[in-house]
């Protein structure tokens, strides 16, 4: 049996810490491969933090080859400013990885949240925890931001991986037959 594999590379978009994550998915299970942050604080000016994001991003894309890019989407708060600055930092993330023929998905973050924690409104430092207990891991990244884009990227899996996603089943008995794999 062939063994099949695939990249997620997982954003958590910012424009003075962007976090990221590889993670790849061997015969349906993830493991982590690499994660990160790309700072953007020693810049005064929002477009040379722009620019470095763009160099960066460019270059984790053609390092680790992702067959796939889950980025968060900006959630909606009070500073309109802030939104526009991270907004164009996903912009430039989205548009690399589709010049370069990445498929792209967005999860918003309640959504991350729910589908690592179980709880929309979940703290950073939660959602941290179990990732650390998913991956039975005790050399996650320091970084919340790095942890963050962990999160998406899981998200993105659990999305694919999803038994309700192109299938239909006729109750618990049904479902357990057709994915012994998954129930223990």
Request: aromatic content about 8%.
């Amino acid at each position: 049996m062939a063994v099949t594999s695939q990249r997620i590379l997982g954003i958590d978009p910012g424009t003075i810490v962007m976090g990221y994550a590889l993670i790849e998915i061997v015969d349906n299970k993830p493991k982590i491969l690499h994660t990160g942050v790309v700072k953007t604080g020693k810049y005064k000016d929002h477009y040379l933090r722009l620019k470095h994001i763009f160099v960066r991003t460019q270059h984790l894309i053609d390092e680790y080859l992702p067959d796939e890019l889950a980025i968060e989407s900006p959630f909606f708060g009070k500073d309109i400013q802030a939104m526009l600055k991270l907004g164009r930092a996903q912009g430039i993330v989205m548009g690399i990885a589709l010049e370069r023929d990445i498929p792209v998905f967005e999860y918003a973050p309640l959504r991350v949240k729910q589908a690592i924690t179980g709880m929309g409104r979940a703290a950073k430092e939660q959602v941290a925890f179990f990732l650390q207990n998913m991956f039975n891991d005790d050399e996650l990244p320091k970084e919340l931001d790095a942890t963050d884009a962990l999160a998406v990227a899981v998200c993105h899996y659990l999305q694919l991986k999803s038994p309700l996603k192109g299938k239909s089943y006729k109750g618990w008995g049904d479902f357990v037959k057709k994915n012994p794999g998954r129930v223990k």
